[in-house]
């Protein structure tokens, strides 16, 4: 098992392993999306996820495959750790 992380939600949102702050992507919604998922520590039906985040005239779902396959490519190691230290929760 990897290191745990550490998942800052109060003010600008970040993620360290080892003290080590971890890249995350521009989109403000993508890393909603993160503090969302780990905040509540549970899957999620997409639909929810949309109407949560995407609420607007273009196609959520969409948007929601962009964000899903942004941070399947840039986060697999966040998603891959079970072990996680939350803070500002």
Same mark, same amino acid.
């Given at each position: 098992? $990897?290191?745990?992380?550490?998942? &800052? *939600?109060?003010?600008?949102?970040?993620?360290?392993?080892?003290?080590?702050? /971890?890249? /995350?992507?521009?989109?403000?919604? %993508? &890393?909603?999306?993160?503090?969302? *998922?780990?905040? %509540?520590?549970?899957?999620?039906?997409?639909?929810? /996820?949309?109407? *949560? *985040?995407?609420?607007?005239?273009?196609?959520?779902?969409?948007?929601?495959?962009?964000?899903?396959?942004?941070?399947?490519? $840039?986060?697999?190691?966040?998603? %891959? %750790?079970?072990?996680?230290?939350?803070? $500002?929760?």
């Amino acid at each position: 098992m $990897g290191a745990p992380l550490e998942i &800052r *939600l109060i003010g600008e949102i970040a993620v360290r392993r080892d003290g080590v702050a /971890l890249a /995350l992507p521009a989109s403000k919604k %993508t &890393r909603a999306l993160l503090g969302y *998922l780990a905040v %509540t520590g549970r899957p999620q039906r997409r639909d929810r /996820l949309c109407s *949560l *985040l995407w609420d607007g005239p273009d196609d959520p779902r969409a948007a929601l495959r962009w964000s899903l396959t942004v941070r399947a490519r $840039g986060w697999s190691r966040i998603a %891959t %750790t079970s072990s996680w230290s939350r803070t $500002g929760r």
